[in-house]
Nanobody, 128 residues
């Protein structure tokens, strides 16, 4: 079983920054490196992909995240960070980390169906 845990999040003012971290641990079978992704769910909206990284480190961003958010590998195996800059009120959401053994490339990485393992989520609130 793979367990996904997020940390970070909290509150920020518009224009501010926050950093989220995630680690996927447990038995990944023959798959040494997992695909990792960040999703978010805003109030009343469906869960949407924000940033993702496949097992080879190739990265995909949503349109809203491009230029403001950056996903990177963490120092631990199967870990990832999401640096969020220039936050605005529309970024207020529950942010979820996801991990998967089998991932397609490109924009497919931002689909929830690509991932088998999910964290509990961490709240990000942006407001003055």
């Amino acid at each position: 079983e793979v367990k996904v845990e997020e940390s970070g999040g909290g509150s920020a003012q518009p224009g501010g920054s926050l950093r989220l971290s995630c680690v996927a641990s447990g038995d990944t079978g023959p798959y040494e490196n997992l695909c990792m992704a960040w999703f978010r769910q805003r109030p009343g909206k469906e869960r949407e992909g924000v940033a993702a990284m496949d097992a080879e480190g190739r990265i995909t961003y949503s349109t809203s995240a491009k230029g403001r958010f950056a996903i990177s590998k963490g120092s631990l195996k199967n870990s990832a960070h999401l640096q969020m800059n220039n936050l605005n009120v529309d970024d207020t959401a529950m942010y979820y980390c996801a991990a998967g053994e089998f991932c397609s490339g490109g924009d497919w990485l931002l689909r929830t169906a690509e991932y088998s393992h999910w964290g509990q989520g961490t709240q990000v609130t942006v407001g003055s």
